[in-house]
């Protein structure tokens, strides 16, 4: 800021009020100091003027897999709610491992941020106390650790799996599958609660038969495909429910090469609303997870956390996810028709 000033011929607080309170500066030397900052290249420290402030304008995201659209959503909702409350968010994609979701919450808690956002698809109670322990708040959302030690906010994941069954059910399919992965990831687990809930309701009238898939990308859905295409010709399959979209579009995929005819044969539908299962040959049937209200709402619990301090009390919010049907359920007519 010297140089500049000394370029300009003003005075340091001249240069100040230009960067901070322009309103202040008659357009003269505005226009002096603006050129003298483009002439030198002058980028202010906007690290250094928060330090001084005592408090940083940046909040940051940790998301486990961008490629999910959820995640997109959510970094969406909070950016916009954080622009209205001049903040702003950075956003670090763990790319599913969990060292780099450990280090990038380092990152974000050696860079003196207001608080950290975080979206995981396992237990990090452990890093986020240890960040927590830091006096850096953190909310988190998609996954409940049942200890109440932060803000969380989630979407009712049982819910989903419920939706998703009861809608193959009432359009009479009686003969379901839900292909998943494993429980130790907690959306997977309270989707599968989901169905059998359904299933039950139906007093033995509708079967459920459960395939397990070592991860939720399209390699695992192929596979899948594969087991329960005999099903579909043997006459013991109408209905799949995938855990999450990309293994539905990988299952579709499987029957239509063998001639299954999607929904007439057997009817199948994923369970995230992923946009980047979008682009399947027959639009598919999801639950939609409310992304850009979490984003909103994780911000909203961070910021009181943030004005509220040592007094605050965590709380978490518990989102509703809502059906959407396409023609991988009922067809392209109906689907069109908005008859369901």
């Known amino acids: 800021m010297s140089d500049v000033a000394r370029v300009a011929g003003v005075a340091l607080g001249t240069v ?197 898939t070592e991860n939720l990308d399209p390699p695992g859905g192929l596979r899948a495909g594969e087991e329960l295409a005999e099903e579909v010709r043997a006459g013991r399959l109408d209905g799949v429910i995938a855990v999450t979209d990309l293994l539905g579009m990988a299952i579709i995929q499987v029957f239509n090469a063998q001639s299954i005819a999607v929904p007439h044969d057997v009817a199948v539908m994923g369970c995230d609303h992923n946009s980047a299962a979008w682009g399947g040959m027959i639009p598919l049937t999801s639950v939609q997870m409310q992304g850009l209200d979490m984003g909103r709402e994780a911000v909203r619990l961070l910021m009181a956390e943030i004005e509220d301090g040592p007094v605050h009390e965590h709380v978490t919010t518990l989102l509703q996810p809502e059906l959407v049907i396409r023609e991988s359920t009922v067809g392209r007519p109906r689907a069109v028709a908005g008859e369901i």
């Open 16 to 212: 100040s009020n230009v960067l901070n309170h322009p309103a202040k500066v008659s357009p003269a030397t505005l226009a002096k100091v603006q050129g003298a900052i483009a002439e030198l290249g002058f980028v202010r420290n906007s690290n250094a003027q928060q330090l001084a402030a005592g408090r940083s304008s940046s909040i940051g995201l940790v998301v486990i897999d961008i490629s999910n659209s959820l995640f997109v959503d959510i970094a969406r909702g909070a950016q916009r709610f954080a622009a209205e409350l001049g903040m702003n968010v950075l956003v670090a994609n763990s790319d599913n491992r969990a060292d780099q979701q450990r280090a990038d919450l380092d990152f974000f808690d050696e860079a003196r941020v207001s608080g950290i956002l975080l979206a995981p698809m396992e237990d990090a109670s452990g890093d986020v106390a240890r960040i927590r322990s830091h006096g850096r708040p953190t909310v988190v959302l998609n996954y409940d650790s049942g200890k109440g030690d932060c803000c969380q906010v989630l979407v009712d994941n049982e819910q989903v799996g419920y939706l998703a069954a009861r809608h193959l059910i009432d359009i009479g399919r009686t003969r379901l599958a839900f292909v998943g992965g494993r429980d130790y990831l907690q959306p997977v687990a309270l989707r599968r609660r989901g169905v059998r809930r359904a299933v039950a309701e139906e007093g033995g009238r509708v079967s459920l038969q459960e395939v397990p």
